[in-house]
């Protein structure tokens, strides 16, 4: 017996948005594989013959100094990794931004890829047209992609009610049942 809470829903009719979850899975794993072989090799190259310690102190700072730039630089290779999913995704030049990460010192062609990056483009059910993940309606065919309320037009969610800006029965509104979390009926 499957309880509701454990359905999985996979309509291939909906459009599919990327949630807090799915951002981990776009980390490649020759990323992950290449990160292990940086931080494992950069261990070895910092701990491959015993420093001599002449101050008391300075084994624990070299052991701290080795470990954290070996998270430095398996941080930075799976961050590559995951721009050159991420930029696939959004329809943007990826040998352009794998350069533009890689070239620019200290993270910050990483910074920039951040800010500069292109909204998640998502396509109507109906026509295929290339949308914006924000948009309600598809400007092709007219399709409703998001649920929006019937008196102000602003989007509201598939759980409430009510509009939160004008405070209209959302359930009146008659919206196809794909865009309804719950019904009367």
Same mark, same amino acid.
């Given at each position: 017996?499957?309880?509701? /809470?454990?359905?999985?829903?996979?309509?291939?009719?909906?459009?599919?948005?990327?949630?807090?979850?799915?951002?981990?899975?776009?980390?490649?794993? #020759?990323?992950?594989?290449?990160?292990?072989?940086?931080?494992?090799?950069?261990?070895? /190259?910092?701990?491959?013959?015993? !420093?001599?310690?002449?101050?008391?102190?300075?084994?624990?700072?070299?052991?701290?100094?080795?470990?954290?730039?070996?998270?430095?630089?398996?941080?930075?290779?799976?961050?590559?990794?995951?721009?050159?999913?991420?930029?696939? @995704?959004?329809?943007?030049?990826? !040998?352009? #931004?794998?350069?533009?990460?890689?070239?620019?010192?200290?993270?910050?062609?990483?910074?920039?890829?951040?800010?500069?990056?292109? !909204?998640?483009?998502? @396509?109507?059910?109906?026509?295929?047209?290339?949308?914006?993940?924000?948009?309600?309606?598809?400007?092709?065919?007219?399709?409703?992609?998001?649920?929006?309320?019937?008196?102000?037009?602003?989007?509201?969610?598939?759980?409430?009610?009510?509009?939160?800006?004008?405070?209209?029965?959302?359930?009146?509104?008659?919206?196809?049942? @794909?865009?309804?979390?719950?019904?009367?009926?």
């Amino acid at each position: 017996m499957t309880m509701p /809470w454990n359905r999985q829903t996979t309509d291939s009719s909906e459009p599919r948005e990327f949630g807090d979850g799915d951002s981990l899975k776009l980390i490649p794993l #020759w990323s992950i594989i290449l990160a292990i072989v940086f931080f494992v090799g950069t261990q070895y /190259w910092f701990n491959r013959t015993p !420093p001599v310690h002449r101050r008391p102190g300075s084994l624990p700072a070299h052991l701290i100094m080795s470990y954290m730039t070996s998270a430095a630089l398996a941080s930075y290779v799976l961050l590559v990794g995951y721009v050159s999913r991420d930029v696939k @995704r959004r329809n943007m030049s990826a !040998p352009l #931004w794998m350069l533009v990460v890689m070239v620019m010192p200290g993270g910050i062609g990483a910074v920039v890829y951040f800010l500069l990056r292109q !909204p998640i483009m998502i @396509r109507c059910p109906n026509c295929t047209t290339e949308l914006t993940a924000g948009v309600h309606f598809c400007p092709q065919c007219r399709f409703q992609v998001a649920p929006v309320c019937g008196q102000c037009f602003r989007g509201v969610q598939i759980t409430d009610a009510f509009c939160p800006q004008c405070g209209h029965d959302v359930a009146e509104d008659l919206a196809p049942s @794909r865009l309804r979390a719950y019904s009367d009926s």
